[in-house]
């Protein structure tokens, strides 16, 4: 079995920060994949995925992903799965809703009955509310391209330590 960073992104950012991870992960990561190229059978040939979300229009899931949730994410067996989940936002322009859409990747997979790795603490984000907090820490990485891009490098470096022995 093997593993595959998998995501989707409208304007590029998500999809720069997969490729960070694929960086610093090296051969850990197998695959890199955008969410529109793959199908819910691709994906449950990975026991363990890294998932990219992010958030668009008020807290909703970025389009391709929104897609995937209506045509195949019910057919991901995410059971005896490991998942680390990353999200981009903005929390100046959204503050309300602030990488909302990891939440949705997370209640599917917990739900589901994988296992959810790399909660990444709220700390040096200032935003009102975010449901992709849970347990005091949001579900994921969370990386602010607009407001925040000098921390990213740091940001990835810091959770790929984390995950790492989750993914080896
Ligand atoms: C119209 C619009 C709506 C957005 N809505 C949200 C939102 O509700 N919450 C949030 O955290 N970020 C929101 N964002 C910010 C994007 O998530 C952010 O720019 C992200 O980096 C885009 O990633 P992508 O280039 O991979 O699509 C929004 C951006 C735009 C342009």
Sequence with gaps: MATAIIYGSSTGNTEKVADLIKDELGDLVNDSKEISDVSADDMNGYDKLILGIPTWNDGELQEDWETFFEDEMDNVDFGGKTVAIFGLGDQDGYPEF?????RAIYDKVIGGGGKVVGQWSTEGYEFDESTAVVDG?????????????DMTDERVEDWCDEIRDYFE
Aim: charged share 30%; hydrophobic share 45%; aromatic share 12%.
């Design 98 to 102: 602030f990488l909302n859409a990891m």
């Design 137 to 149: 820490k949001f579900v994921g990485l969370g990386i602010d391209e607009d407001n925040q891009d």
